[in-house]
């Protein structure tokens, strides 16, 4: 069997697919994309197919996933991880489809039968977002995560972190004790500040703060973990085993957060999962992304005995009429229930694309970029 061909689609709200074609009628299907570089990371997937992939056997995916990263002088990184990861979930679920097993199987087999699901909220105000996680907790989660805080100064105000508490607070008290909270600092917060804000946070009893600091520097964490009885999670911004290893020789991490999108696919996010467990380090895959990146992800899951919760932005509860999961044949693919899912059993990563569909979308333009913040002062903030 050879790798005969490629397309890659741009589509709504901010995603990019690749259609992995070969020589045996099986195609597979994967998640290229760094969200706001989409055009970046198309061109190194085709760099990269072009360049190495075309014409070879699919099934050997471990030495193409050591050939695209090694047979560069130049590597790692946003954008070359990322092109990797959708090429290598492509051949994965090529791999599944020709031995007509799903994904999980020949990871090893189940470590567990689902895996807990968590819903992000959002609202411009405490009540607001107490309101959207209500609305999760009677959908179905039982967890569900928020950004605790907005633009901050450096070392910001008494009143700002107040309002960081308020919004947690708002959250705990609209759900109860029963459901688990995440609390995402996103990089905002300033290493020095972020000592403040746990504290202030902490008596609402967050499952975990994820990116108290940014990913540069996570050698700050073990400053913070020593004042918080808070776990302290890191990773979305993380693209190797190499960087997970820096953060776990720091000691300062308790979840790893790889996205098989982002981190080099599944077969490097399985070794980032592997090393995390030997440190006793959790790991909850990050997936902001669409429905081939999640179903990675839950194929993982099923495997790895550390995984504990996983993210996802699909609304998977509600499939009927859900726009977001239009792109495949079979939008209840994901099987959800009581806060759970399990990824599908059916060969290869388990999923049909809707590919009318997605021809259709393909066509939109998806210029997305973050927005840039500034403080009052003119300087840049985090987003």
Request: proline share 7%.
């Amino acid at each position: 069997m050879q790798i005969t061909g490629y397309e890659l689609f741009e589509v709504p709200p901010r995603w990019v697919f690749l259609k992995l074609e070969t020589d045996a009628g099986i195609a597979g299907w994967g998640e290229p994309i760094i969200e706001g570089h989409a055009r970046t990371t198309r061109a190194a997937v085709t760099e990269m197919l072009e360049k190495y992939l075309l014409g070879k056997d699919p099934l050997e995916i471990e030495r193409h996933w050591q050939g695209m990263y090694r047979g560069r002088h130049f590597r790692g990184g946003p954008i070359l991880m990322s092109a990797i990861g959708g090429i290598d979930q492509a051949l994965w679920d090529i791999k599944g489809k020709h031995y007509g097993a799903p994904v999980y199987d020949l990871l090893g087999g189940r470590a567990r039968d689902k895996v807990r699901v968590y819903q992000w909220v959002g609202g411009e105000t405490p009540a607001a977002v107490a309101d959207a996680a209500a609305e999760a907790v009677e959908g179905g989660y039982r967890t569900v995560k928020l950004a605790a805080v907005s633009q901050l100064r450096p070392l910001d105000t008494p009143a700002a972190v107040r309002q960081a508490a308020d919004r947690v607070g708002a959250v705990r008290e609209a759900v109860g004790d029963d459901v688990d909270v995440i609390v995402d600092l996103r990089g905002r917060v300033n290493s020095g500040m972020a000592r403040r804000v746990a504290a202030e946070l902490e008596p609402f009893d967050p499952m975990y703060f994820e990116e108290p600091v940014l990913s540069e520097n996570v050698d700050r964490l073990p400053r913070l973990q020593g004042q918080t009885s808070v776990p302290l999670a890191m990773g979305e911004r993380m693209y190797s085993r190499w960087e997970f290893n820096r953060a776990a020789v720091v000691d300062g991490v308790d979840v790893v957060q790889p996205s098989p999108s982002h981190a080099g696919g599944i077969s490097e996010v399985q070794k980032i999962a592997t090393a995390a467990e030997g440190r006793d380090v959790l790991v909850s895959l990050h997936c902001p992304l669409g429905p081939v990146s999640l179903a990675s992800c839950l194929h993982l899951d099923i495997t790895l005995p550390n995984a504990i919760v996983q993210a996802q932005n699909l609304n998977i509860h509600a499939p009927s009429e859900n726009e977001l999961l239009k792109y495949l044949s079979e939008p209840d693919a994901f099987s959800f229930d009581d806060g759970y899912a399990t990824p599908p059993d059916r060969p290869g990563l388990g999923i049909d694309i809707d590919e009318a569909y997605l021809r259709e979308k393909s066509g939109a333009s998806i210029e997305w970029q973050n927005p840039t913040w500034y403080h009052d002062d003119g300087s840049i903030a985090e987003w």
